[in-house]
């Protein structure tokens, strides 16, 4: 969605690269701390994270300032 490699969300978010591998795989899920840190760097990238509304979660991008 925003072209990020797992290295790069693994830098903005200082975790392990091998966090973001493990959970893009379905082998684990991060700590909470982590999964917290993924998630707030991937936010700062401009994904925001739309809640359970009947169709289920998803992600959307932040619109863009003019």
């Known amino acids: 969605m925003i072209g990020w490699s797992q290295s790069t969300l693994a830098d903005a978010a200082k975790v392990a690269r ?14 909470p701390n982590n999964l917290a840190a993924i998630r707030a760097a991937l936010e700062a ?3 925001i994270f739309v809640a359970e509304n009947g169709e289920g979660p998803g ?3 932040r619109k863009a300032d003019p």
């Not at 091998?18 to 700590?31: C, H, I, L, M």
């Open 45 to 47: 990238a401009g994904v």
């Open 59 to 61: 992600v959307r991008l």
């Open 18 to 31: 091998q966090t973001v591998v493990d959970f893009e795989r379905g082998a684990r899920t991060p700590y």
